[in-house]
């Protein structure tokens, strides 16, 4: 058995042709390598396999046999000898060393040389699709393309701009954070490229995501954002224009949209605002592309293109790279393939390649999508300009994702104030030896070309007199809204609510809700539906017909198919959400004999908007954020994500804590996604009790978003249609049951969604409107455990109300209500959570400030419920079942409490 890479040298040009030899040798028989070499081999691919006439059936000769196999090497391999880093710190082996003997034609070995060990090195022999290897063989090395994307010319202006700018910047803010491009100017011309290409496409909108480093210059120099006005961010001047209050976020989280120009095509460019969170705008720029694609009916996905930009570390190191990457192929989330390029610095923040990842490249991730990698030499702009024209061809011809590695470096350390000698010695000290890649590129046009030196010194000047101009303007500079809102600024209203205490009417014509009824509970005839299931829609169809009671799920169902005839598309995304983790929704059907689909709510009317249900991977970080990119690409839509159990989402806490709920006042960005979270103490355990209420309500502040524990289906149904009903856009956490779904009194009669009705953030108690003796205050399913003990105890003089609604908080409302009882000896808080947990600590003084207001006997509420835990809940059945009976009586005042000791 043939030795291991680990016992050999490192795979590189003088063992290319020996590989070769063995790959050969693995394709025909995989236990007669060394079983490292078996799992390098297994990750590459094994063309053969796949597609015998990938290769030769039979060389008519040894010499034929030997050139194929050099052939296979260096497809194989030669990426790995490609000329690719600028500073030389790695440098690939002498050229003759790829020659396996004396035999070997040199005019193959010179071309497959030229093709593979340039200043690209492609990887795509791990492509299962011997066509796709076929492509890449066709335009690398049968008919490679000698026409520069970009003029040389037009590349020697992108790269004046780019190191202008940045060199403008350190002599003007010298000591300021702008997280420069220096080293890494090879994007710009990247990005014009790929805009070049797109536009002559007809492409109609890119959505771009991309962190920090370069940020500032892709604003400047590729979506034209003034100079003006990001000196003026420099300043400390607001982003936004006066009268719209918000917090603002340092200048190189900011996002910025605008319409380019290119010859007769117009194309949208938006630059999605991030925060600090490395790789989260990712699957939000996808979501934001699928919106634009499903508004613009482009089916073939070719019209609106996303593009993401990474950092070498953050790709290889981010679990969220691997979860989006994963929707790239799905059917409810691919956007037609996503162009990733990677400013590769050959170091993180202070860490080096050997530490930052396992695999031979730092792109190996993108494999599992048997995704094609480019790498290339940033101190090549020509050979990166074909890697971005090849990158948007791929996309158009294969829709599906494509990685363009620039490697190039950093001048500076992280950002401008960090000092990288301390980490990287030998890198600083080649960086501050190394020319910059204007230079370079400067010297390459002059021998060329008939461009005299004073025209690029020329160049030089005018972009720093553009720059200095600009500087000047800075103090003066007022913002326009078409910088930085995603919708019409004749639509200012996306950024008013109107005040809590009014609520839209969000009932539905009593006919209209029959029809989505009957939609509902009807398959085609030749249809096959499963029997249990096919008796659940006729008993559902005769409940509807009479005026209910109609459950949870029915009263969801019913405010999608009426949206959805409204106009309003109808998005619903999460794991295992078409059935419904509790067998509850079964929104989408399916066939027992063939396994077809069928979504009724899809089928009301002929000219509906659309309802979709998908079920996702079992990503919550990835699929949360396409959804919430989803909402903010199309607002008229109620876009839905939905936890398979409430806690789930801690896996997406980034999105909740950075975009949803901090989004509009940081970057003004509007978001009506809702969050469906089942929340409900049953005796589940620890896991999947609670949705950690206390988490959101601590996240709520200048009205960002709501916060709501609805206990009856009305109250649901109203929840959902006022996310549309309501012209601004706010995100809304609904902590939805479990154990509700199915609860005999948790229905609602069909009236209470029919005209003239809302959603009441306060729930009266019907059977003790007033004069109670004691109030107890509750949201969600506790509320039926308190109703059940009541009147099992006859307890006439306690009145319970319900807050459909946390936040924001309806302080009018229950202010109102509590003034109906002015006599009570006691108002109770009881939740189910412990107390340190749910919404007691965020309801306690706001339940005080309206006993103050009404000028109520009672100064204080007090509280029912768990004993303050470190875990959300007990795993233990019989301990659960003592804790709820004993916070129900409590709250009924039936004993006293435990004493709390903490």
């Not at 903010?632 to 997406?652: H, I, R, S, Y």
């Not at 399913?781 to 319900?802: G, N, P, T």
């Not at 309206?850 to 509420?861: I, K, Q």
Request: aromatic share 8%; net charge negative.
């Amino acid at each position: 058995m043939t030795g291991s890479p680990n016992h050999h040298h490192a795979i590189n040009g003088e063992n290319i042709a020996y590989l070769g030899e063995l790959y050969t040798q693995w394709v025909e028989d995989p236990t007669s390598v060394h079983p490292d070499y078996d799992a390098l081999f297994t990750t590459m691919g094994n063309p053969a396999s796949e597609d015998e006439a990938a290769l030769p059936s039979s060389p008519s000769s040894e010499a034929e046999l030997r050139d194929e196999r050099l052939k296979e090497a260096f497809r194989l391999c030669g990426h790995l000898h490609a000329e690719l880093d600028p500073l030389g710190l790695r440098p690939a082996r002498p050229h003759d060393a790829l020659t396996p003997d004396s035999h070997t034609d040199p005019a193959l070995l010179a071309h497959l040389k030229r093709a593979y060990c340039g200043p690209i090195g492609a990887e795509f022999m791990h492509l299962h699709d011997s066509q796709q290897r076929q492509w890449w063989i066709d335009r690398l090395e049968t008919h490679p393309s000698t026409a520069l994307p970009l003029s040389q010319e037009r590349i020697l202006s992108l790269l004046t701009r780019a190191e202008g700018f940045e060199t403008f910047c350190q002599q003007r803010f010298t000591g300021m954070r702008r997280f420069g491009l220096e080293g890494g100017e090879s994007l710009i011309v990247a990005l014009q490229a790929l805009l070049n290409e797109a536009a002559r496409d007809d492409v109609r909108s890119i959505s771009l995501g991309m962190p920090h480093r370069g940020r500032l210059n892709v604003m400047a120099n590729i979506l034209r954002k003034p100079y003006a006005a990001i000196f003026s961010e420099f300043a400390g001047k607001a982003f936004y224009p006066e009268g719209i209050r918000v917090s603002g976020d340092v200048k190189y989280h900011l996002g910025t949209t605008t319409t380019i120009r290119q010859g007769r095509h117009e194309i949208r460019i938006s630059l999605l605002p991030n925060p600090s969170h490395l790789e989260a705008v990712d699957p939000v720029v996808l979501g934001r592309v699928r919106a634009d694609q499903d508004k613009d009916k482009d089916e073939t996905r070719q019209k609106h293109l996303g593009i993401l930009v990474h950092g070498d570390a953050a790709f290889a190191g981010q679990g969220v790279v691997y979860e989006t990457l994963q929707l790239s192929r799905l059917e409810g989330y691919r956007t037609g393939g996503t162009v990733h390029i990677i400013v590769n610095n050959q170091v993180g923040f202070t860490t080096s390649p050997e530490a930052a990842h396992s695999g031979l490249w730092n792109t190996d991730v993108a494999k599992t999508v048997q995704a094609p990698i480019l790498h290339v030499n940033g101190d090549n702009p020509e050979a990166v300009a074909r890697c971005a024209a090849l990158a948007h061809e791929w996309r158009k011809t294969f829709a599906s994702d494509i990685v363009v590695d620039i490697i190039s470096y950093r001048r500076h350390g992280h950002n401008e104030t960090d000092d990288p000698a301390f980490t990287q010695p030998a890198m600083v000290q080649t960086i501050s030896q190394h020319p910059t890649l204007r230079t370079l590129y400067a010297k390459k046009v002059l021998a060329e070309t008939n461009i005299h030196p004073a025209e690029i010194d020329a160049l030089w000047e005018d972009v720093q007199a553009q720059l200095h101009r600009a500087f000047e303007e800075a103090d003066t500079y007022q913002p326009d809204p078409t910088d930085w809102l995603d919708y019409s600024p004749q639509d200012p209203t996306r950024l008013l609510d109107t005040p809590e205490r009014i609520q839209p009417m969000t009932g539905v014509p009593l006919p209209r809700l029959q029809q989505v009824g009957e939609a509902l509970t009807t398959v085609p005839t030749t249809f096959n539906i499963h029997p249990r299931l096919a008796r659940q829609l006729k008993a559902r169809q005769a409940t509807l017909a009479e005026g209910g009671p109609v459950d949870w799920a029915t009263a969801e169902a019913l405010a999608f198919g009426t949206l959805a005839l409204d106009g309003h598309a109808v998005r619903l995304s999460g794991q295992d959400c078409g059935r419904g983790t509790f067998s509850q929704r079964h929104a989408v059907l399916t066939d027992q004999h063939t396994g077809h689909h069928y979504t009724p709510l899809a089928h009301i009317a002929p000219r509906q908007a659309p309802v979709n249900v998908w079920n996702s991977p079992l990503s919550e970080y990835g699929v949360m954020g396409f959804e919430y990119g989803y909402s903010l690409g199309n607002p008229d839509a109620l876009v839905l994500w939905e936890g398979q159990f409430g806690d789930f989402a801690n896996g997406a806490q980034i999105i909740i804590d950075q975009f949803l709920s901090a989004g509009e006042t940081k970057w003004l960005r509007t978001s009506g996604l809702t969050l469906l979270l089942p929340h409900g103490y049953e005796g589940a355990g620890p896991e999947h009790s609670s949705a950690r209420p206390e988490r959101f309500l601590q996240l709520c502040a200048e009205n960002n978003m709501r916060v709501c524990m609805p206990s009856s289906p009305a109250s649901f149904f109203h929840l959902l249609r006022r996310q549309i009903a309501r012209r601004c856009r706010k995100p809304l956490v609904v902590f939805s049951p479990k154990s509700l779904l199915r609860h005999k009194l948790a229905v609602s009669p069909l009236s209470d969604m029919g005209p003239h009705t809302r959603f009441l953030p306060i729930l009266a108690d019907a059977t003790c409107p007033g004069g109670a003796k004691r109030v107890v205050l509750c949201s969600g399913k506790v509320y039926y455990d308190l109703l059940q003990k009541r009147d099992e105890m006859d307890l006439s003089h306690c009145a319970i109300i319900r807050l459909e609604q946390l936040y924001p908080f309806p302080h009018h409302a229950l202010a109102e209500e509590l003034g109906h009882h002015p006599e009570a000896q006691e108002v109770i808080w009881c939740q189910e959570e412990p107390e340190n947990g749910g919404a007691w600590h965020f309801v306690d003084r706001r339940i005080e400030a309206c006993l103050h207001d009404v000028g109520h006997r009672c100064t204080r509420p007090l509280y029912a419920g768990r004993k303050a835990s470190a875990s959300p809940a007990t795993g233990l059945a019989s301990i659960h079942q003592a804790e709820q009976e004993a916070l129900v009586q409590h709250a009924l005042g039936l004993h006293s409490p435990t004493p709390t000791i903490d």
